[in-house]
Nanobody
Framework: QVQLVESGGGLVQPGGSLRLSCAASGFTFRNYAMSWYRQAPGKERELVAVISTTSSNTNFADSVKSRFTISRDNVKKTVYLQMNSLKPEDTAVYYC?????????WGQGTQVTVSS
């Protein structure tokens, strides 16, 4: 049974930091590119960051470059999103995604709210 379980979301003040985690099970994690997406109320889901299977390549949305980092641990089967200098516009539900060939899996999402 494939599972992606996100954690680490919550309420944080502007300028603060959060670290999201996504624990994977039920598939060969090391074969999958891993991504974080987010969806704010009334907006479409957007790609935030992606990391290749060996962590050799990462890409970020322009809106989060220099503030967010993505990393993965293929032994722990976990992908992380470190979010620094958070802004109110970062408020959204954050989703973990695993992709490999025709296979595509999603987590249930974790809420991040940036507010004073």
């Amino acid at each position: 049974q494939v599972q992606l379980v996100e954690s680490g979301g919550g309420l944080v003040q502007p300028g603060g930091s959060l670290r999201l985690s996504c624990a994977a099970s039920g598939f060969t994690f090391r074969n999958y590119a891993m991504s974080w997406y987010r969806q704010a109320p009334g907006k479409e889901r957007e790609l935030v960051a992606v990391i290749s299977t060996t962590s050799s390549n990462t890409n970020f949305a322009d809106s989060v470059k220099s503030r967010f980092t993505i990393s993965r641990d293929n032994v722990k089967k976990t992908v992380y999103l470190q979010m620094n200098s958070l802004k109110p516009e970062d408020t959204a539900v954050y989703y973990c995604n695993a992709a490999y060939l025709a296979y595509n899996y999603w987590g249930q999402g974790t809420q991040v709210t940036v507010s004073s």
